[in-house]
């Protein structure tokens, strides 16, 4: 499975990447989460990319790109694909990754594209933890953890993300609409967007991406 995942910040791009991954061992690559722990490790590059990201604006070009390219070097996605989350988010960043795929014969199955309703996206933002340790998204009300503040799945703290804050969430829905909307037209241009309802749950889209993979194969085989 070779996709990329589009859409605003909490459409649920993430979660269904981690479905995917459990369930088809399918690698993602989230520029976020790899920003995210290069700040934490006050690496070189998370030094660079820090005062962007808390203030919701995109990280330069040249950096999210420099580590993409590095990501799909990797041998495993040549016999498992990817599930690319949070990247490209502009249409520079499309058009180089198209580049990118050409050069290394992987080219892209699918564009998903996660729409979310406002009200939707400020509630799953305002209450979502993240697992420090191993990235599972929680939701203090929608998903919470059977022990308020710890990961089901290894016991590490949940965190609340530094740019998940209003005004901060504010900002990143500006950027989305101003940078990264426009770039479905690159994607629907090469007729491979395909629209999901990101308002519905997480196991309800992952149901309907099996179906349409499905639906794929066979139109593939006859
Ligand atoms: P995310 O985890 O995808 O919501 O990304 C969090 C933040 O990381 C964004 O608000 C940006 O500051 C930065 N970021 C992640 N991916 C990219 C990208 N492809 N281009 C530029 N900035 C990015």
């Not at 479905?184 to 149901?207: A, H, P, S």
Request: neutral net charge.
């Amino acid at each position: 499975m070779k996709i990329v995942l589009l859409g605003p910040p909490g459409a649920g791009k993430g979660t269904l990447a981690k479905i995917v991954k459990d369930q088809l061992k399918v690698p993602h690559i989230s520029t976020g989460d790899i920003l995210r722990e290069e700040i934490a490790r006050q690496s070189g590059l998370g030094l660079k990319v820090k005062s962007y990201m808390d203030k919701g604006e995109l990280v330069p070009d040249d950096l999210v790109i420099a580590l993409i390219e590095k990501k799909l070097s990797d041998p495993a996605i040549k016999s498992k694909g990817y599930m690319l989350d949070g990247f490209p988010r502009n249409t520079h960043q499309a058009q180089t990754l198209g580049k990118i795929l050409e050069n290394i014969g992987q080219p892209l199955d699918f564009a998903l594209y996660m729409t979310a309703s406002l009200a939707v996206i400020l509630r799953r933002l305002s209450g979502r933890r993240v697992c420090k340790q191993c990235g599972t998204v929680y939701h203090l009300t929608n998903r919470p953890a059977k022990q308020e503040g710890v990961c089901d799945l290894c016991g590490a703290v949940l965190y609340q993300r530094a740019d998940d804050n209003e005004e901060t969430i504010r900002k990143r829905m500006d950027v989305y609409w101003e940078s990264t909307r426009p770039m479905l037209d690159y994607y629907q241009t090469q007729d491979k967007l395909r629209t999901f309802d990101g308002d519905l749950e997480t196991e309800e889209v992952f149901e309907i991406l099996l179906k349409m993979l499905h639906e794929d194969t066979k139109v593939d085989h006859h």
